[in-house]
């Protein structure tokens, strides 16, 4: 199965295709440079890895998934958080918690199933402490 995806040159794929954990050395996707600290930086895509996958075997979706890769040697830092994007993640943070019909801090993220807090929206259920 590997040899249907196995495509270094690009000439099927229109760029160098990879099977699933047969990437060469020198390229990452985008969440294995951020644990590495860095991030693409603008640069373009320089190879993808192709698996087919059991879990998206449905009808009417491809089981086919791609992930890009990137030069490592190309990657820049992250760049660090500023103390206004800090203040405006904390906000956004803190107004998920708060429910829109009782105005109260819930203690924890407000559900978007419910759109509020499960006390108002089950008020009928006592908690059994």
Same mark, same amino acid.
């Not at 794929?13 to 990879?18: A, F, L, V, W």
């Not at 829109?100 to 402490?129: F, H, K, N, W």
């Given at each position: 199965?590997?040899?249907? $995806?196995? *495509?270094?040159?690009?000439?099927?794929?229109?760029?160098?295709?990879?099977? $699933?954990?047969?990437?060469? *050395?020198? =390229?990452?996707?985008?969440?294995? =440079?951020? +644990? +590495?600290?860095?991030?693409?930086? %603008?640069?373009?895509?320089?190879?993808?890895?192709?698996?087919?996958?059991?879990?998206?075997?449905?009808?009417?979706?491809?089981? &086919?998934?791609?992930?890009?890769?990137?030069?490592?040697?190309?990657? =820049?830092? &992250?760049?660090?958080?500023?103390?206004?994007?800090?203040?405006?993640?904390?906000?956004?943070?803190?107004?998920?918690?708060? #429910?829109?019909? #009782?105005?109260? *801090?819930?203690?924890?993220?407000?559900?978007?199933? =419910? %759109?509020?807090? &499960?006390? #108002?929206?089950?008020?009928? +259920?006592?908690?059994?402490?």
């Amino acid at each position: 199965m590997a040899g249907r $995806f196995w *495509d270094p040159d690009g000439s099927r794929y229109g760029i160098p295709t990879y099977p $699933f954990r047969m990437a060469p *050395d020198g =390229l990452a996707t985008r969440r294995q =440079l951020r +644990t +590495t600290g860095l991030r693409p930086g %603008g640069q373009d895509i320089a190879a993808q890895l192709l698996w087919l996958s059991r879990r998206y075997r449905r009808p009417g979706r491809s089981p &086919v998934r791609v992930a890009y890769l990137y030069r490592i040697d190309l990657a =820049l830092p &992250v760049r660090p958080m500023t103390p206004a994007k800090w203040a405006a993640l904390a906000k956004a943070n803190t107004s998920r918690r708060v #429910c829109p019909e #009782c105005s109260t *801090d819930a203690g924890y993220c407000i559900p978007t199933s =419910l %759109g509020m807090c &499960v006390t #108002c929206a089950y008020p009928d +259920t006592q908690r059994a402490a």
